[in-house]
């Protein structure tokens, strides 16, 4: 049960309400997240080479349906104020929350939340020069097993590989994302 676990593991324990002090209620062990933020902190530096502006091609195969093609765009990528959250940086400037890490699960978590609607997970992280994310997402309609595998190419290129659990449990491939640092 979550609770009983966060209070064995020493994340939770009890003692006084913020609002009602004379309550005793489960709140955050101090010993346990206070190193928390230096976690997640040097964790998010294996990320910061990604801030930037980015050239992309979309390289889609061919299906029964539609021919191979790729697309091409401009990306931006910024960290937020609190240095926790990789954003996507739209045309407009709005920064939307994409990539943390997580100091409590120790994973690395994959947001996606505009036409394409999605929360995967990287228990492993980086191994070398490979991050690989997976999870449920919605794209544009469809929910599918999915994974995402990032290949970092040095500081001015990299790529991710889409994947997609088949019913045999096998991954079949989506598309490829490549991306140069513009400059």
Not at 67 to 79: E, M, Q
């Amino acid at each position: 049960m979550l609770f009983e676990d966060l209070f064995f593991s020493g994340i939770m324990k009890m003692g006084p309400s913020r609002t009602d002090p004379d309550r005793q209620v489960g709140v955050f062990n101090p010993d346990f997240v206070s190193s928390l933020p230096a976690i997640r902190a040097a964790e998010m530096e294996k990320f910061r080479w990604l801030v930037g502006e980015w050239e992309h091609e979309n390289v889609v195969p061919a299906t029964r349906f539609s021919p191979a093609y790729t697309d091409v765009g401009v990306g931006k990528f910024s960290l937020n104020e609190q240095f926790d959250w990789l954003c996507m940086v739209t045309p407009d400037g709005k920064a939307t929350p994409h990539i943390t890490f997580d100091p409590f699960s120790r994973q690395w978590i994959y947001l996606l939340m505009r036409g394409a609607y999605g929360m995967l997970r990287s228990v492993e992280g980086w191994k070398g020069n490979q991050i690989v994310f997976t999870g449920e997402m919605t794209m544009l309609g469809p929910t599918r097993p999915w994974r995402m595998t990032w290949t970092r190419d040095g500081a001015d290129k990299f790529s991710f590989v889409n994947e997609e659990r088949t019913p045999d449990r096998t991954w079949a491939y989506i598309d490829e994302w490549r991306f140069k640092r513009k400059v």
